[in-house]
């Protein structure tokens, strides 16, 4: 059987299109390309039905998107931050994000992503990098594939052991960062200039935070490549064991 990976959408909607839920297309194709089955997950307040597409699953990932709300943290959203928020995908995400951990589910969480699981595991966050004083990057640079910094990244780390590499160059497209690290996590890469960018629960096989795109990066790069396949493989041993799901 193939690895089921689930992937929630985000809302979408202009002044000139009715509201949709949609996603970059990259991820798509960098888990479809690892081998997996991907399931779009709308985003739902109620509970039992995010429930169901949960069940469905063998592996989750985090995408990009919209800030995490301060007061997840703890904090008080800056004026000067620029902050933009989904409260209702703050909850989704947490909601499926606690799940997951509880049942040993390997997760890969990117770019605000790993925000959300760090606050997750009680962590906070830097609202505004460069407002804030965190950095000497720009770190939020376009075009996506753009290789902006350099990547240390812990040898030995599950992170490592996926990618294949301890240094590499990535993109970065983000204004927040880390800022305390949540519990049970473990800080394995950093960027040039010291922000954390790549966490590990530490007490599960596969749950792996990473501050880059690296969907953007799959089809140039194999190191990206070969962090999907990794997480398509923990889905496959996963989705071997018996009684996955915790009782909720």
């Known amino acids: 059987m193939v690895t089921v990976a689930g992937i929630p959408l985000r809302p979408f909607s202009t002044a000139d299109i009715p509201p949709k839920?949609?996603?970059?297309?990259a991820y798509f194709d960098a888990l479809e390309a690892?081998?997996?089955d991907v399931v779009p997950i709308p985003i739902?307040?109620?509970?039992?039905?995010?429930?169901?597409?949960?069940?469905?699953?063998?592996?989750?990932?985090?995408?990009?998107g919209a800030d995490v709300e301060p007061r997840r943290y703890g904090a008080v959203a800056r004026a000067d931050s620029?902050?933009?928020?989904?409260?209702?995908?703050?909850?989704?995400?947490?909601?499926?994000?606690?799940?997951?951990?509880?049942?040993?589910m390997p997760v890969l969480a990117i770019c605000r992503g790993i925000q959300v699981l760090n606050v997750a595991c009680g962590g906070t966050l830097w609202?505004?990098?460069?407002?804030?004083?965190?950095?000497?990057?720009?770190?939020?640079?376009?075009?996506?594939?753009?290789?902006?910094h350099g990547l240390e990244v812990e040898a030995g780390s599950v992170l490592a052991r996926a990618r294949g590499v301890t240094q590499v160059r990535v993109n970065s497209l983000h204004h927040q960062?880390?800022?305390?690290?949540?519990?049970?996590?473990?800080a394995v890469a950093t960027s040039d200039d010291g922000l954390i960018e790549g966490v590990e629960l530490?007490?599960?096989?596969?749950v792996v935070g990473i501050q880059c795109h690296p969907e953007e990066l799959a089809p140039g790069h194999d190191w990206a490549r070969r962090l999907f396949r990794a997480l398509v493989a923990a889905g496959a041993v996963y989705r071997a064991k018996p009684a996955q799901h915790a009782e909720v």
């Open 21 to 25: 839920l949609a996603l970059n297309r």
């Open 34 to 36: 690892a081998g997996a």
């Open 44 to 64: 739902l307040r109620d509970a039992s039905r995010l429930r169901f597409h949960y069940e469905l699953l063998d592996a989750l990932v985090l995408p990009g």
């Open 82 to 104: 620029g902050l933009y928020v989904m409260p209702e995908v703050d909850e989704a995400e947490l909601t499926l994000l606690r799940w997951a951990i509880a049942d040993g």
């Open 127 to 148: 609202q505004d990098l460069q407002v804030e004083g965190a950095t000497r990057i720009a770190h939020d640079r376009e075009p996506r594939d753009a290789l902006v």
């Open 177 to 186: 960062a880390i800022r305390d690290l949540g519990k049970g996590l473990r």
């Open 202 to 206: 530490s007490d599960r096989p596969f």
